[in-house]
């Protein structure tokens, strides 16, 4: 059977589904984000506490993927995807309820965990699904569909947070997942090119060992973790500067700041179709650099500067995250959920520990503190993408032209 070309209605059902898909993921695991300083306060927290509300899920999402990607390879993708996002949606009603904050830590792992069968398996089943030509518009899609969520996720939460309460906010996000995954089952068709896969634990370290021995996706995962771990980072304490002096934005203008994640929605398809007609190494570099120049924008105490700072690195990353995860879909040889689970372990791995690091720099150096930490990081991921500008392609019976 032919892979799903952009001319076929089962190709747009696809994109539809997986933006949906996208939504739920990204809406469900960061609608916290912008209520840490809340949680701070009505539990008498450090912002690094608070962070845990957040870092607790992505690292329980990182250890997740892997194993989700071994049921995944034998038993299939769609089910266990729909599975993921449901239960997603009734854990963050449950944080809209928990008694006290390891209540809700609890809570929020237990999504993590649930969360794991829907962001590697959504790429595997779009590299074995989509033809190649037309793999980096999907894959751009579907993170335009996490951009959005991420941006609506965030700024429903603040607003309602601000008329109402941090649990009212967090139930609405709870009854939207639950919506956007009975979209996700009624749109997405099922697999047609999906081939189950034997050897459980041991043919989950012989993928390991193949993809790790590979030329290229081990720089692609590392990557990853300084990719989420700056992008993560930024939005955690962005908010705790301008809700401090000078500025002392109100909850709901400091939620404003995640509209910025719509050029996301744009910058990811740009991405994509970009990397299909001019190759991932020759601008994968350049959308890193404007990362970096993004960063060091907010430094300025001017808040025009610091929402065009964040804007431009905002536009950056989630361009670099598509051309990244794409690479990797079209590079991976079987089993392929490994290989995207992989890239999203230290994706996440990334959230969880640069999160946590920026949190003790806030407290000891501020906004300075935690944009070091993460332009050191971004010039190491700079480097790592003018390493893969050398990499030398590989061709598989996936993919029509080299990767």
Not at 20 to 45: E, K, N, R
Not at 215 to 227: E, I, N, Q, V
Not at 330 to 344: D, F, G, H, I, W
Request: with cysteine; glycine share 10%.
């Amino acid at each position: 059977m032919e892979r799903l070309s952009p001319a076929s209605p089962a190709f747009r059902r696809t994109n539809r589904a997986l933006f949906f898909g996208g939504f739920s993921c990204f809406a469900l695991l960061y609608c916290v984000q912008p209520l840490m300083p809340l949680l701070a306060h009505q539990f008498a927290l450090t912002p690094a506490q608070s962070s845990l509300s957040l870092s607790v899920s992505t690292g329980a999402l990182a250890v997740s993927l892997l194993l989700s990607s071994i049921v995944s390879d034998r038993i299939g993708r769609k089910g266990l995807m729909v599975t993921a996002l449901c239960l997603a949606a009734v854990m963050t009603l449950v944080c809209a309820l928990a008694r006290d904050y390891p209540q809700l830590l609890a809570a929020r792992a237990l999504l993590g965990l649930g969360l794991g069968g829907m962001p590697a398996v959504a790429m595997a089943y779009l590299s074995e699904e989509v033809e190649p030509e037309s793999l980096g518009l999907s894959m751009g899609l579907y993170i335009s569909g996490s951009a959005f969520g991420g941006m609506l996720g965030r700024v429903v939460t603040s607003t309602l947070s601000d008329v109402f309460s941090w649990r009212v906010a967090l139930a609405a996000m709870g009854a939207a997942g639950l919506y956007a995954a009975w979209e996700f089952w009624r749109s997405l068709p099922e697999s047609r090119h999906f081939r189950a896969a034997q050897g459980g634990l041991a043919g989950m370290a012989a993928g390991l060992r193949r993809h790790l021995g590979d030329a290229g996706l081990p720089w692609l995962y590392a990557l990853a973790f300084l990719l989420m771990g700056c992008f993560v980072s930024a939005y955690n304490f962005i908010g705790f500067r301008l809700l401090g002096e000078p500025f002392s934005l109100r909850q709901g203008l400091v939620g404003g700041i995640s509209f910025l994640y719509l050029l996301g929605i744009y910058s990811s398809v740009w991405a994509g179709r970009l990397a299909d007609r001019l190759g991932r190494r020759k601008v994968l570099w350049a959308t890193l650099s404007a990362m970096l120049a993004g960063l060091l924008l907010t430094l300025a105490n001017n808040l025009v500067a610091i929402v065009a700072g964040m804007a431009l690195f905002t536009f950056s990353f989630f361009a670099s995250h598509s051309m990244a995860s794409s690479w990797v879909g079209r590079r991976a040889r079987a089993p392929q959920a490994l290989a995207s689970a992989l890239y999203l372990f230290f994706y996440y791995l990334g959230s969880s520990v640069v999160g946590w690091l920026c949190g003790v720099l806030w407290a000891h150096g501020g906004w300075p503190g935690v944009v070091a930490l993460q332009a050191a990081l971004l010039g190491i991921g700079l480097l790592v993408a003018l390493r893969l500008r050398t990499l030398v392609p590989v061709a598989t019976a996936l993919v029509a032209k080299p990767a």
